[in-house]
């Protein structure tokens, strides 16, 4: 499991409490998030924010532990025992979740993610300094081993090497650097610490185990933190509408992750392949706005979709998957639903008439009489 720290700016185009001119000359808030990553074949949920004015800083120590502790105080299983109401567990199969952060590598901050008892592993990254800058020069060239992919495959015109010696001086015990050079993009303008045309990055962890490609291939997958904030945005967080900092607080506490948690749950347990990895904005334009008019007749709701429309498939397959999760409240029919299962040896989508049975299975013709019986009878009874 692991939790990404970003901060996000958030404009406001009214004087609001706490608004504050940014780092990007706008005007308003700098909001501190974590999201925890589904994986690749998922999004992710928030589990913390912390509200703050625009002039806050990128690496202040203190917002980064103070966020930290709030999402891993919403985990299930807190990798640490220090935590108020945070039991003392690892986790599933006792590996310890991972902190990452883009610009979290303070001394103050690792430091406390390497206390003893912690349990975590971090991977944060560091601004590339002068000396950092020194030492890659140094690095022989059989050194550097090749990144990878996701596949696993390797990444082409990328490299990875772990910096060692004096760098590490001050640290925290365990603590590896490990940076990674690249060729830019075509376009990309070079900055003044990049090396022999090659763009470098650097990035601190304290995991040992895993090759140096498999380690930043970690790290690399951090940006997937940039796409859980676009769906933020999508969702509420593109402006905070209260004047005053405790409302929006709650805003940003209560009513964005909920706005956010539906979209990011209901693909995974209720569509399938790519469909999964639809952020709210395509989700409004392919599923949300289906046109279809709900039509009751003989004790049975008939939703009529059309038959040309893309995504008509992923409409009607949601609700039959979503009916075959646990109900506490209602036990699982104990025979097959008529109608409700597409024919997916033909590799036919189903007609637009066909009949969706959006909670339990409709009553058979024997169920039907013997309902109808009893209620000729209890009439009957009535009137004697």
């Known amino acids: 499991m692991t939790v990404d720290l970003d901060g996000v ?23 501190l998030t974590g999201f925890v990553d589904h994986g690749p074949g998922g999004a992710g949920e928030p589990v913390a924010a912390l509200l703050r004015p625009g002039n806050a800083g ?34 599933a199969g006792g590996r310890p979740p991972s902190a990452a952060n883009s610009a979290g590598a303070t001394h103050q901050f690792m430091a406390w993610l390497a206390r003893r008892g912690r349990r975590l592993s971090y991977s944060v990254g560091m601004v590339i300094t002068e000396a950092v800058h020194q030492h890659v020069l140094k690095i022989p060239t059989s050194a550097w081993t090749p990144a990878v992919e996701t596949s696993g495959e390797v990444r082409d015109g990328a490299w990875v090497a772990e910096l060692t010696g ?22 990309a303008q070079l900055r003044i610490t990049d090396a022999d045309g090659m763009r470098i990055t650097c990035f601190a962890t304290d995991t040992a185990g895993p090759p140096l490609a498999q380690l930043e291939l970690r790290d690399r997958l951090r940006a997937r933190a940039e796409d859980r904030i676009r769906a933020a945005r999508a969702t509420g967080l593109r ?19 909920i706005a956010l948690d539906l979209p990011a749950w209901m693909p995974m347990i209720a569509l399938t ?14 599923l949300f706005p289906t046109a279809g008019q709900l039509v009751t007749t003989g004790r049975r709701s008939i939703l009529p979709l059309a038959r040309h429309r893309p ?5 009607i397959t949601a609700p039959e998957r979503l009916a075959l999760l646990p109900n506490p409240d209602r036990p699982a029919p104990s025979r097959p639903c ?34 109808h019986r009893l209620h000729r009878r209890t009439v009957t009874k009535d009137r004697g």
């Open 166 to 187: 004096t760098i590490l001086e001050g640290r925290p015990k365990g603590v590896r650097l490990i940076v990674r050079k690249e060729r830019p993009h075509p376009g």
């Open 273 to 286: 392949g790519q469909a999964r990895l639809w952020e709210p904005r395509r989700l409004r334009f392919r």
């Open 9 to 31: 700016l958030v404009v406001a185009h009214s004087d609001k409490q706490d608004a504050a001119p940014t780092w990007k000359k706008t005007y308003g808030h700098h909001p």
């Open 58 to 91: 990128s690496n202040t120590a203190a917002d980064h532990i103070e966020t930290t502790r709030l999402a891993l105080a919403q985990l299930p299983n807190c990798p640490t025992a220090q935590l108020p109401n945070c039991p003392k567990n690892t986790g």
């Open 338 to 371: 008529e109608g409700t299962s597409p024919d997916r040896s033909s590799g036919t989508r189903r007609p637009p008439e066909t009949t969706l049975a959006p909670s339990a299975c409709p009553p058979s013709a024997t169920e039907s009489k013997t309902v």
């Open 239 to 257: 402006n905070l509408p209260p004047h005053d900092t405790a409302q929006n607080q709650v805003w940003l506490d209560e009513i964005v992750p």
């Open 311 to 315: 995504w008509t498939g992923e409409v």
